[in-house]
């Protein structure tokens, strides 16, 4: 992701798309063992009873977010650029916005984007960001992030947040 980000760029936005506003506005809701959970994505139809060792696993699988990038497209030249300026927009605001939240300080997003601009689909894929905690069983799938080749994907946490310019923190972090 850091190579995507380094092709423009890289100031957080504070104005997102309707899809990823929406999402935003609604905020946070503590779900079952203290999930932390997106509020317009979970409710009816999810499981309310987990035990403490899913919470991790529980809030990946509910707080999966689609971003559209449709409008990004003209400008084939900066669109991963803008693509992952988005997702990581839309990640570090909303975990700011869980920042007081009990267990937040575990809370962790992922930024996906496609970057294999030979895919016939390539302009039509969105950003896919993902929320949970690192308690319980939570994905660790992001801990070898080489090994993905058709996507970039960033590992954002509330440590990234620290300073005035969560971006800049991130692609420069050691």
Request: glycine letters at 8%; a negative charge.
């Amino acid at each position: 992701m850091t190579n995507v980000l380094m092709r423009g760029p890289a100031k957080l936005s504070h104005e997102l798309p309707p899809d990823l506003d929406q999402v935003a506005r609604a905020g946070w809701v503590l779900g079952p063992c203290g999930a932390i959970l997106l509020k317009s994505l979970w409710g009816r139809g999810w499981r309310t009873s987990i035990d403490a060792s899913e919470v991790g696993a529980y809030e990946y699988e509910v707080n999966d977010v689609y971003g559209s990038l449709a409008d990004l497209a003209a400008d084939q030249a900066t669109y991963l650029n803008r693509a992952a300026v988005r997702g990581f927009s839309f990640a570090t605001r909303m975990l700011e916005y869980a920042a007081a939240l009990p267990d937040a300080d575990r809370l962790t997003a992922t930024v996906g984007i496609s970057v294999d601009e030979k895919d016939e689909d390539f302009f039509l894929q969105g950003v896919t960001i993902r929320f949970f905690s690192r308690r319980g069983d939570y994905p660790t799938w992001f801990e070898d992030l080489e090994r993905y080749r058709s996507e970039a994907i960033a590992v954002v946490d509330m440590a990234d947040l620290a300073g005035p310019d969560p971006l800049a923190k991130f692609l420069y972090r050691k």
